[in-house]
């Protein structure tokens, strides 16, 4: 029996990341039919995307029907599995999301603050517009939500649909290999239990042969920033991380070091005029330049810059995991069920869980450690904050999101960037009757 995928923002510079591990994993995982789905505006993108994965299929020897259509309905009717990687404003909302909050002196970034919390609002109506069709069209399909803020996203759709939606995000796979190349330890001895939040998650038990690394001070100090590609700054001091007791995500670095991340954003800000998302169309622009190539038929080296590393080892191996009901363990944003103690069994986090047939079914964590704790239910607030704006529009509880989320906290400066939030995302955020200055 084939299956059918449909990837929501087809055009997506990552999409041959995808479709590598589709081919590595073809043995398991036998994908017969492959849908790449996108809006009127990202169809250029998309059309090479799509000769570009016939010529990889091919080189394969597979026989994968790949197609671009802009009709999602087509797309998504009996389809198996939905990827959802799109972004709403594309990379021009992201510029915006990232500049906009400098002036206020408070870091820009695409998932994490107030560039965060546009994203969201900007995305969150457009996902459960998703989710609507595929209650309608595939209701039996597991969507694998890659969309960011993935955390945020899942939440809003596992709150407010009946889609089966398991949360991806390839920074866990990040650390899990940086960590075994860090220690020497090969990845086959190493399980590393995951806890948190999206982009606000670590490492807390570090199991090797059994015994757990990280429950004794001073056996392991590591750390990993450097393994996500798309940020850039200091790191976190080693003896620090040995205090902490955890192993943090790169993600932390704009909590704990939140001062330095912005001087460092600042200065290349102030020396290039550019931020990370002005690169990235620069990355872009080159990859699609080697994507229309007739001769090219694998996934250039190239798109590692792009921060998609891994991606499709993520992605492939949790599909395969669900579709052959193997047990595996991967770490997904899904919703807590008592895993984690202390936060709602309803919250979507970012944790270890087994996978089979029937989901996600996360590992049983216990308490965070305290050093940690309040910053996760600080950032979980403003999520359910921000996913309650998204959806009812009210512009007051907008204001309060912003002003729970540990980058901003004044109400002054919650309110004045929520107005530019609204200015710069106009066309997007018509759910949203009005400024915050009645």
């Not at 972004?87 to 107030?114: C, F, M, N, W």
Request: proline share 4%; glycine share 8%; aromatic share 8%.
């Amino acid at each position: 029996m084939s299956i059918k995928i449909a990837v929501i923002g087809g055009g997506s510079s990552y999409t041959p990341e995808l479709a590598e591990g589709l081919i590595k994993n073809h043995g398991t995982f036998p994908v017969g039919e492959l849908a790449l789905v996108d809006i009127q505006e990202g169809a250029e993108k998309a059309e090479i995307i799509c000769s570009l994965l016939k010529r990889m299929f091919s080189k394969a020897k597979l026989d994968v029907n790949v197609y671009f259509t802009l009709d999602r309905a087509k797309a998504l009717e009996g389809a198996d599995f939905v990827v959802s990687q799109f972004r709403v404003g594309g990379l021009d909302a992201r510029i915006s999301d990232e500049k906009l909050p400098l002036k206020y002196g408070i870091i820009g970034q695409e998932t994490t603050g107030p560039g965060g919390f546009a994203n969201a609002l900007r995305t969150i109506p457009v996902a459960l517009e998703l989710c609507r069709d595929i209650e309608r069209l595939c209701p039996d399909a597991w969507l694998i939500n890659f969309t960011n803020p993935s955390g945020i996203v899942t939440e809003a759709i596992c709150r407010h649909t009946n889609v089966k939606c398991i949360g991806l995000c390839n920074v866990p796979i990040n650390m899990e290999t940086a960590v075994s190349k860090l220690t020497g330890i090969d990845k086959s001895r190493l399980r590393c239990q995951f806890a948190g939040l999206n982009h606000l998650s670590f490492i807390g038990k570090l199991f090797v042969d059994g015994k757990d690394l990280l429950a004794k001070k001073g056996a392991l100090t590591v750390s990993i920033g450097s393994v996500v590609k798309n940020i850039e700054g200091p790191d976190i001091p080693p003896e620090m991380i040995d205090a902490l007791g955890f192993i943090p995500s790169p993600y932390l670095r704009y909590y704990y070091l939140e001062h330095d991340m912005f001087e460092e954003e600042m200065k290349k800000y102030r020396e290039s005029g550019k931020t990370r998302a002005v690169e990235v169309v620069e990355i872009e622009s080159a990859l699609f330049k080697k994507y229309k190539d007739e001769n090219l038929a694998e996934k250039p080296k190239e798109l590692e810059k792009r921060g998609g590393a891994l991606y499709s080892e993520a992605a492939v191996s949790l599909m395969n995991s669900i579709w052959n009901d193997t047990g595996d363990i991967h770490v997904v944003n899904v919703k807590n069920m008592g895993a984690i103690e202390g936060l709602p069994n309803d919250a979507v986090v970012e944790t270890s869980c087994v996978i089979t047939k029937s989901g996600a079914a996360p590992l049983v964590y216990g308490p965070m450690p305290k050093t940690i704790d309040g910053l996760v239910h600080q950032v979980k607030t403003y999520e359910t904050l921000a996913i309650d704006a998204a959806v009812s529009g009210d512009i007051y509880t907008a204001v309060l999101a912003l002003m729970n989320h540990p980058l901003v906290r004044d109400v002054k400066t919650a309110k004045a960037l929520f107005e530019d939030i609204i200015m710069e995302n106009a066309e997007y955020l018509g759910n949203f009757t009005g400024g915050t200055n009645k």
